[in-house]
Structures are given as structure tokens and as C-alpha cells.
């Protein structure tokens, strides 16, 4: 075999020589065994880490099938192989990173090694034992590379945003929407997350608790498991489809951390001037530099065939280019693109037994991005800022400026030092807590002085609806229970509501109205300001909200907007402001145009569902397996701390597709005690049993008690095997599910 052997060849080559590797596969499933209790959560016992990820990709394997393997092979850069032209952008970023991760493999400790490389030898063997749920083109021939090329990326948003303004595209992204065009009445879409650490004089029992709470689409892929090596790790988290050690939070008998986006600007484009003398030169440091010219070759399905296209990339020492024009070279040149340690690190986190490890492991900075919230046993609190962020020796570009660079003193060589990122431990008042705002008001008590962090960090201490109301959930003297905080994140008030409401009544009220007008006016009075399924009058609120936003002037990219796509002065009396962080922004900015929208809403919500005092149950819904049942819940922009993102369904009610989903509660006690919940279950497959079971106890605002000890997984434990060695035995019969908490 050479380097032009094609891809197709080296995977036959392989698959030939896959004999002996599927004895050791098999040989593998003696040394781990997974028990699922309730609900089909797996706890994966191991004597080691290779035999720790064999358990975690058959479990996966066992509830997402091709969803996982799909993944593996995007990763190898060979999608369109198997699915034709369309796949070959996915496959051109893709190869070179597969091939970074080939190069880095060796540098990677054995541990990490011995998960990834499990990970993979678990999957090989589910597919050789059940071929009939996979295509005939999917060999079990997977490597430890595949799953580690998986961990790694390539190119941000500010790279496609800049090619957008430079080629004349419309933007692509960016903040969210109230609705399409055709419907302006739909709840614009948040993802984000919430987080909370309590400290022990927060709490009933004296110990810290943990709250994660993400707020992605619910086909992001968290995957709740358990895994133990004994003496060496114990670990309950979400595990990301596709990898072992690709998590985001989760906690051991130690400590635990959750973690929320913090979308730090990690890439800088430089614009460097051409040598008119030279092509495919620029000028750099007094010299003429070269480009260097490299070319990827990729196969796609061509009908019975196999087609190859050919594509050419320049690059420089300072990054790849990433566009030509007006005597400039442009290059991006991003912190953390070569990182690879990123399974490493969080393997480390996993295994910490104290704060210090825990943040030694966070310095190696192979984590690039997220703010983290963490709480452990000995009591501490503690929320950062993480990011990989490059020390900028000039203000920052954003993402549609590139910034003139013809020395090296004009381009950034290091990254902002740990120590230096906003970060809080231990704060007064015993809280931290974060849903995505900037870092500086992580606590009312002890807020974070914006000046005394480089301008090119976040903007202001703005806070948003969301964000506000979860400190008014904690910034006061309440101690909490465990149940506390489940009951607590489930709080269904509508903060925007109490903010407005009043204002829009007495400006209806004073048009004068007309009798219908006045009848929705009385629904809105009586309408407890809560996104409950059962509540009534939520719905024409919200509808009303969003018509008012959509007919209110845009917002420039620089205007305070409070998370909305219209300047705040146009919808509020008054603004956020610093000096009244709870009680702003509040009233009505444009109460003819408040008014007029109402009147429309209130026709609108007649048309739709036959009543303005419609339950907010019965327009918004969980959908999900055969589970058809009402759910509360709405946009963080309505002030929602149960964040939910709707789809609007034909006949005008709204099905779930993202935000709350997976919720995670733990209480360090001894031993530790949690509560859980994944709304779209442990399995993507229709026909499992483990699809839909959670999805009525999400909708109900109810988690199940998460078994962690040894006694309460054997308690708890409804089948047992291990992996590829039999069917499985059930242990008792699965009576119904495991209690549940009803706060």
C-alpha cells in the first residue's frame, strides 16, 4: 500500500486482515458488564479503560445504531463514498483532521488511548454480531482514530460570517427570530443552558449541589450513562453520541460541573498584502513569503461507480487562507485549532477527586471553549470563564473585519493565561450561576469589574430575562434541598410578563376596545403570568409579544436589544440598567404599536384555537414516540427558565424540538444523591422501549433518582451482560419504572 492507494482499497485491506482484531474484540466483552436499570440507563462496570469504552460504544450502538456509525465515517472524511457529491464539503474539511488525529494519536496518553480505542472495538463488534441493522457497505473496521478524530474541528463562524460579507452573501445564523415571515406569532428559538452551584450554607444539608441544565435541539445527542473502572474512575454524565470521553458535565463522589456556551472570539482574520513581484507570495516581516499549495483528492458514489474530485488549499505559517482579493491574502489563523488532548482533559476532570485536580486539568486548555460551574465535597463553589482566547496585541475584528498584518507584532502568539479569565470561588451570598450572559455578574454579591478584562473579552454585564430569573430563584437567603432545586428549575413564571403586562393592559383598555379586544383583555387579566400547561392566557401573550417585536424597527448590530432583534427602546420604557438589575428592562416602549398588536393577537388566537383563554397545554406539546401530552414551558426571551423551543404543527400547536431536555441535579452528600432526566430517552431507535419513556415525566416536570452507589445500581438493576456474550438477563421484571420525584 502507498499514499495514492485509494480509500476504498486500504478499507478492504483492512477488512482483510480484521480476523485476528475480532477475537480480541470479542475477548474484550469478558472484562465489562453493563446493567441497565430503569429507563435503559447503562452503568458500565470495567476491569480497565479499553474494555470501559468497548462497554460504551456497544451500549451506544445498541440504542442509536447507524446514527453512531454515520458519525465514525463522516469522521474518517468518507461520507460522500457512501452518499455521493453532496457529502464532499464534509468530506474536504474533514480528511485533513482525520489525518491530525493520526498524527496526534501517539502523543495522547495510553488511558485516553485505551478508551478511544475501545470505543471503537466495541462498535466493530456490534456490527459484526447484528449485520442486519446496518447497510452492506458498513464494515466493522473503525479505529481508535476515527473516534478521536471526532473530538477534533475545524473552522468557526467567523470565517463563514466574513466570507459571507466579502463575497456578498446573506448572513447565515445569527441571533434568533421571533418567527418566519408567514408566522410571526411563533416563540423565537434559544439555545443556551442554565447552571447552578450552591454552596453549604445555600443549602438543608449542609453539602454543595449541582445543577446542569443545557438547552440544545433534542437531537444534540447527550447520552446519560455510567462508567466504572474500579480504582480508577466513577463517573455518572452525559456522554455525547459518537465517543467515550466526548461529555460535557456530570459528576463522580468527588465533585461535578456543568458547563453553559460562552462563544469566545477564538479566530482572527489578518489581511496580508501580495508581493506584486512574486505569486503566490505576500510580504511579511521586511521578506517574501510563499503560500504553500496542498491538494486533497476525495471519492464520492457516483451511481454504481466511484467519481474523484480534486480540490487545492493554501496555507500559511500564520493559518489557512481562506480568501484572495484586492492585493490581500487572508488567513484565519484561530487558539486551539491543533488541539487534540480535548478527550484527555475531560478524562482528567472525570478522575478528579478535589478542586485542585479538577483545575489542573482545566489548565491544560485543551477545553477551548464553555463557561464551567462546579461544586464538590469539600464545600466549594465555582464558576470560570474558560476559554483558549489569544492575548490580541490589537483590537479585535470581530467577525467581519480583517485586521492588517505585515509583522509578527501585528498578529497575536499566545493565549490569555488561566489565571487571568473572570472567574469566581467561594462568593459571598453562596452562589454561582450562568445561562450564557457574560461572565460578570456570575454573582450579585461579588460582581466582576468589566474593565479590569482586555476589551476583546465579552461586551457588558447585560442580563437577560432568563438570566434574571434565575437570580431572582437565588439571589436571597433561601437554603434548598435537593427537591428544592428540581422543583425550583422547573419554575413556569414568565418574567417578561410581569414586566409588561400591566402597561399593555392599560393601554388597551384606554384605546378604547372593541368588545372582543375587551373580552382578551379580560383573559389576560386573570392569566397568572406562568407558562404552566394548565395556565390560560399565556398563549395570547405570547402570541401578542411576538407580533409586537416583528412590526417594531431592527436592531443594528450595536444596539442594546436585551436579546431581542429590535432596539429595547422600541419595545420597553425602560431599558436594562445596572443600577436595577432585576427590575429592568420594564413597560412598554410603543403603546399604540403594543395596542394595535394585541388587537391582532387577539383575533389571531380566535382564529386558531376557538378561545383567547386557550390552556397553554393544549397549544404546546411534548410529541415524541407515542408520548402526545401538554408541557409548560417557553423562550428565554419570554423570561423562562424552563426553556422550550416549539415547531409550529399544521393545525397551529407546537411541538417540542429543543432547549430543556436533559436536566441533571446532585447533592454532595455521602454518599452523593442526584436526580435525572432525558426527555428524548436513551434511544434514537423508534421500536426501543427506552425511546419515549421519559418524555411524559419531562412534560410533567418530574426527574427520576439517579442510582449511583454500587447498592442502589444493584438495586436498581433490571438486566445485566456483557457485551456481545448473550442477550441479556433480566434480574427481576421490570415492574414499572423506578420512583420519581414530585417536588
Not at 485509494?6 to 474484540?25: G, K
Not at 441493522?133 to 464494515?139: G, L, R, Y
Not at 400547561?533 to 436592531?555: D, I
Given at each position: 500500500?502507498?499514499?495514492?492507494?485509494?480509500?476504498?482499497?486500504?478499507?478492504?485491506?483492512?477488512?482483510?486482515?480484521?480476523?485476528?482484531?475480532?477475537?480480541?474484540?470479542?475477548?474484550?466483552?469478558?472484562?465489562?458488564?453493563?446493567?441497565?436499570?430503569?429507563?435503559?440507563?447503562?452503568?458500565?462496570?470495567?476491569?480497565?479503560?479499553?474494555?470501559?469504552?468497548?462497554?460504551?460504544?456497544?451500549?451506544?450502538?445498541?440504542?442509536?445504531?447507524?446514527?453512531?456509525?454515520?458519525?465514525?465515517?463522516?469522521?474518517?472524511?468518507?461520507?460522500?463514498?457512501?452518499?455521493?457529491?453532496?457529502?464532499?464539503?464534509?468530506?474536504?474539511?474533514?480528511?485533513?483532521?482525520?489525518?491530525?488525529?493520526?498524527?496526534?494519536?501517539?502523543?495522547?496518553?495510553?488511558?485516553?488511548?485505551?478508551?478511544?480505542?475501545?470505543?471503537?472495538?466495541?462498535?466493530?463488534?456490534?456490527?459484526?454480531?447484528?449485520?442486519?441493522?446496518?447497510?452492506?457497505?458498513?464494515?466493522?473496521?473503525?479505529?481508535?482514530?476515527?473516534?478521536?478524530?471526532?473530538?477534533?474541528?475545524?473552522?468557526?463562524?467567523?470565517?463563514?460570517?466574513?466570507?459571507?460579507?466579502?463575497?456578498?452573501?446573506?448572513?447565515?445564523?445569527?441571533?434568533?427570530?421571533?418567527?418566519?415571515?408567514?408566522?410571526?406569532?411563533?416563540?423565537?428559538?434559544?439555545?443556551?443552558?442554565?447552571?447552578?452551584?450552591?454552596?453549604?450554607?445555600?443549602?438543608?444539608?449542609?453539602?454543595?449541589?449541582?445543577l446542569r441544565n443545557p438547552h440544545l435541539a433534542w437531537s444534540a445527542g447527550y447520552y446519560e450513562a455510567h462508567v466504572t473502572v474500579p480504582g480508577q474512575l466513577d463517573f455518572y454524565g452525559?456522554?455525547?453520541?459518537?465517543?467515550?470521553?466526548?461529555?460535557?458535565?456530570?459528576?463522580?463522589?468527588?465533585?461535578?460541573?456543568?458547563?453553559?456556551?460562552?462563544?469566545?472570539?477564538?479566530?482572527?482574520?489578518?489581511?496580508?498584502?501580495?508581493?506584486?513581484?512574486?505569486?503566490?507570495?505576500?510580504?511579511?516581516?521586511?521578506?517574501?513569503?510563499?503560500?504553500?499549495?496542498?491538494?486533497?483528492?476525495?471519492?464520492?458514489?457516483?451511481?454504481?461507480?466511484?467519481?474523484?474530485?480534486?480540490?487545492?488549499?493554501?496555507?500559511?505559517?500564520?493559518?489557512?487562507?481562506?480568501?484572495?482579493?484586492?492585493?490581500?491574502?487572508?488567513?484565519?489563523?484561530?487558539?486551539?485549532?491543533?488541539?487534540?488532548?480535548?478527550?484527555?482533559?475531560?478524562?482528567?476532570?472525570?478522575?478528579?477527586?478535589?478542586?485542585?485536580?479538577?483545575?489542573?486539568?482545566?489548565?491544560?486548555?485543551?477545553?477551548?471553549?464553555?463557561?464551567?460551574?462546579?461544586?464538590?465535597?469539600?464545600?466549594?463553589?465555582?464558576?470560570?470563564?474558560?476559554?483558549?482566547?489569544?492575548?490580541?496585541?490589537?483590537?479585535?475584528?470581530?467577525?467581519?473585519?480583517?485586521?492588517?498584518?505585515?509583522?509578527?507584532?501585528?498578529?497575536?502568539?499566545?493565549?490569555?493565561?488561566?489565571?487571568?479569565?473572570?472567574?469566581?470561588?467561594?462568593?459571598?451570598?453562596?452562589?454561582?450561576?450562568?445561562?450564557?450572559?457574560?461572565?460578570?455578574?456570575?454573582?450579585?454579591?461579588?460582581?466582576?469589574?468589566?474593565?479590569?478584562?482586555?476589551?476583546?473579552?465579552?461586551?457588558?454585564?447585560?442580563?437577560?430575562?432568563?438570566?434574571?430569573?434565575?437570580?431572582?430563584?437565588?439571589?436571597?437567603?433561601?437554603?434548598?434541598?435537593?427537591?428544592?432545586?428540581?422543583?425550583?428549575?422547573?419554575?413556569?413564571?414568565?418574567?417578561?410578563?410581569?414586566?409588561?403586562?400591566?402597561?399593555?393592559l392599560r393601554a388597551v383598555r384606554a384605546a378604547p376596545p372593541t368588545p372582543e379586544v375587551a373580552q382578551a383583555a379580560a383573559v389576560l387579566e386573570r392569566w397568572d403570568n406562568t407558562a404552566?400547561?394548565?395556565?390560560?392566557?399565556?398563549?395570547?401573550?405570547?402570541?401578542?409579544?411576538?407580533?409586537?417585536?416583528?412590526?417594531?424597527?431592527?436592531?443594528?448590530?450595536?444596539?442594546?436589544?436585551?436579546?431581542?432583534?429590535?432596539?429595547?427602546?422600541?419595545?420597553?420604557?425602560?431599558?436594562?440598567?445596572?443600577?436595577?438589575?432585576?427590575?429592568?428592562?420594564?413597560?412598554?416602549?410603543?403603546?399604540?404599536?403594543?395596542?394595535?398588536?394585541?388587537?391582532?393577537?387577539?383575533?389571531?388566537?380566535?382564529?386558531?384555537?376557538?378561545?383567547?383563554?386557550?390552556?397553554?397545554?393544549?397549544?404546546?406539546?411534548?410529541?415524541?414516540?407515542?408520548?402526545?401530552?401538554?408541557?409548560?414551558?417557553?423562550?428565554?426571551?419570554?423570561?423562562?427558565?424552563?426553556?422550550?423551543?416549539?415547531?409550529?404543527?399544521?393545525?397551529?400547536?407546537?411541538?417540542?424540538?429543543?432547549?430543556?431536555?436533559?436536566?441533571?441535579?446532585?447533592?454532595?452528600?455521602?454518599?452523593?444523591?442526584?436526580?435525572?432526566?432525558?426527555?428524548?430517552?436513551?434511544?434514537?431507535?423508534?421500536?426501543?422501549?427506552?425511546?419515549?419513556?421519559?418524555?411524559?415525566?419531562?412534560?410533567?416536570?418530574?426527574?427520576?433518582?439517579?442510582?449511583?452507589?454500587?447498592?442502589?445500581?444493584?438495586?436498581?438493576?433490571?438486566?445485566?451482560?456483557?457485551?456481545?456474550?448473550?442477550?441479556?438477563?433480566?434480574?427481576?421484571?421490570?415492574?414499572?419504572?423506578?420512583?420519581?420525584?414530585?417536588?
Amino acid at each position: 500500500m502507498t499514499p495514492s492507494t485509494p480509500r476504498w482499497a486500504l478499507t478492504a485491506f483492512v477488512l482483510a486482515a480484521y480476523a485476528p482484531a475480532a477475537a480480541a474484540q470479542a475477548g474484550l466483552a469478558d472484562q465489562v458488564e453493563i446493567r441497565r436499570t430503569a429507563y435503559g440507563v447503562p452503568h458500565i462496570r470495567a476491569e480497565n479503560f479499553r474494555a470501559a469504552g468497548f462497554g460504551l460504544g456497544w451500549v451506544q450502538l445498541e440504542d442509536h445504531g447507524m446514527r453512531i456509525v454515520q458519525g465514525l465515517v463522516r469522521a474518517r472524511g468518507e461520507l460522500a463514498l457512501r452518499y455521493g457529491a453532496d457529502s464532499l464539503d464534509s468530506d474536504f474539511d474533514l480528511r485533513p483532521v482525520h489525518r491530525r488525529a493520526v498524527a496526534s494519536y501517539p502523543l495522547l496518553e495510553a488511558d485516553t488511548r485505551d478508551m478511544y480505542d475501545g470505543f471503537a472495538a466495541g462498535v466493530n463488534r456490534y456490527v459484526e454480531l447484528h449485520r442486519s441493522e446496518f447497510p452492506a457497505w458498513v464494515t466493522p473496521t473503525f479505529s481508535g482514530h476515527d473516534v478521536h478524530a471526532q473530538g477534533m474541528g475545524g473552522g468557526g463562524p467567523d470565517v463563514r460570517r466574513f466570507l459571507n460579507r466579502v463575497r456578498g452573501e446573506p448572513p447565515r445564523g445569527g441571533a434568533a427570530q421571533p418567527g418566519a415571515e408567514g408566522d410571526p406569532q411563533a416563540p423565537g428559538a434559544e439555545d443556551g443552558s442554565n447552571a447552578w452551584a450552591l454552596a453549604p450554607s445555600r443549602t438543608r444539608s449542609g453539602r454543595a449541589i449541582l445543577l446542569r441544565n443545557p438547552h440544545l435541539a433534542w437531537s444534540a445527542g447527550y447520552y446519560e450513562a455510567h462508567v466504572t473502572v474500579p480504582g480508577q474512575l466513577d463517573f455518572y454524565g452525559d456522554f455525547r453520541l459518537g465517543g467515550p470521553i466526548v461529555l460535557v458535565g456530570g459528576f463522580n463522589t468527588y465533585l461535578g460541573w456543568a458547563t453553559t456556551n460562552n462563544a469566545p472570539d477564538l479566530e482572527e482574520i489578518y489581511a496580508l498584502e501580495v508581493d506584486p513581484a512574486r505569486p503566490d507570495h505576500y510580504l511579511f516581516d521586511g521578506g517574501s513569503v510563499p503560500l504553500r499549495r496542498e491538494t486533497e483528492t476525495v471519492e464520492f458514489a457516483n451511481g454504481p461507480g466511484v467519481g474523484t474530485v480534486t480540490r487545492e488549499r493554501w496555507t500559511t505559517p500564520l493559518g489557512p487562507v481562506i480568501h484572495r482579493g484586492g492585493g490581500r491574502i487572508y488567513v484565519v489563523r484561530a487558539a486551539g485549532e491543533d488541539e487534540f488532548r480535548g478527550g484527555e482533559q475531560f478524562l482528567k476532570m472525570m478522575r478528579a477527586r478535589n478542586r485542585t485536580e479538577w483545575t489542573n486539568a482545566l489548565r491544560m486548555r485543551a477545553r477551548v471553549t464553555s463557561n464551567l460551574t462546579y461544586a464538590d465535597r469539600d464545600g466549594n463553589i465555582y464558576y470560570v470563564w474558560n476559554a483558549t482566547h489569544p492575548a490580541l496585541p490589537h483590537p479585535s475584528g470581530g467577525d467581519t473585519a480583517a485586521i492588517p498584518a505585515s509583522r509578527s507584532t501585528d498578529v497575536w502568539t499566545r493565549v490569555v493565561g488561566f489565571d487571568s479569565l473572570p472567574q469566581v470561588l467561594n462568593p459571598r451570598g453562596g452562589y454561582v450561576r450562568n445561562e450564557n450572559d457574560p461572565p460578570y455578574l456570575t454573582n450579585l454579591h461579588q460582581p466582576l469589574r468589566r474593565e479590569d478584562y482586555p476589551a476583546y473579552f465579552p461586551g457588558g454585564a447585560e442580563l437577560r430575562l432568563r438570566s434574571q430569573h434565575s437570580l431572582e430563584l437565588l439571589h436571597n437567603d433561601r437554603k434548598f434541598s435537593l427537591e428544592d432545586v428540581v422543583a425550583a428549575k422547573h419554575s413556569m413564571r414568565m418574567i417578561l410578563a410581569d414586566r409588561v403586562k400591566d402597561d399593555l393592559l392599560r393601554a388597551v383598555r384606554a384605546a378604547p376596545p372593541t368588545p372582543e379586544v375587551a373580552q382578551a383583555a379580560a383573559v389576560l387579566e386573570r392569566w397568572d403570568n406562568t407558562a404552566a400547561a394548565e395556565s390560560r392566557g399565556g398563549v395570547l401573550f405570547e402570541t401578542w409579544w411576538w407580533r409586537y417585536v416583528r412590526t417594531g424597527p431592527q436592531a443594528p448590530p450595536s444596539a442594546a436589544s436585551v436579546g431581542f432583534p429590535v432596539p429595547a427602546a422600541a419595545l420597553f420604557a425602560r431599558a436594562w440598567t445596572a443600577a436595577e438589575p432585576l427590575a429592568t428592562p420594564r413597560g412598554l416602549g410603543d403603546p399604540a404599536r403594543a395596542v394595535e398588536a394585541f388587537a391582532w393577537a387577539a383575533a389571531e388566537v380566535q382564529r386558531k384555537y376557538g378561545s383567547a383563554d386557550v390552556a397553554w397545554g393544549t397549544v404546546h406539546r411534548v410529541r415524541h414516540g407515542s408520548v402526545d401530552v401538554p408541557v409548560g414551558g417557553c423562550s428565554g426571551f419570554l423570561g423562562c427558565f424552563r426553556v422550550l423551543n416549539f415547531r409550529e404543527e399544521p393545525d397551529g400547536t407546537r411541538t417540542v424540538v429543543g432547549g430543556d431536555g436533559w436536566v441533571l441535579a446532585v447533592e454532595f452528600t455521602n454518599p452523593v444523591r442526584a436526580y435525572s432526566v432525558l426527555a428524548y430517552g436513551e434511544s434514537s431507535k423508534p421500536g426501543s422501549p427506552h425511546h419515549d419513556d421519559q418524555a411524559a415525566m419531562f412534560a410533567a416536570n418530574r426527574m427520576k433518582p439517579v442510582a449511583f452507589t454500587e447498592a442502589d445500581v444493584e438495586r436498581a438493576t433490571v438486566r445485566r451482560y456483557r457485551p456481545g456474550r448473550e442477550a441479556g438477563v433480566a434480574t427481576r421484571q421490570q415492574r414499572g419504572r423506578a420512583s420519581i420525584v414530585h417536588p
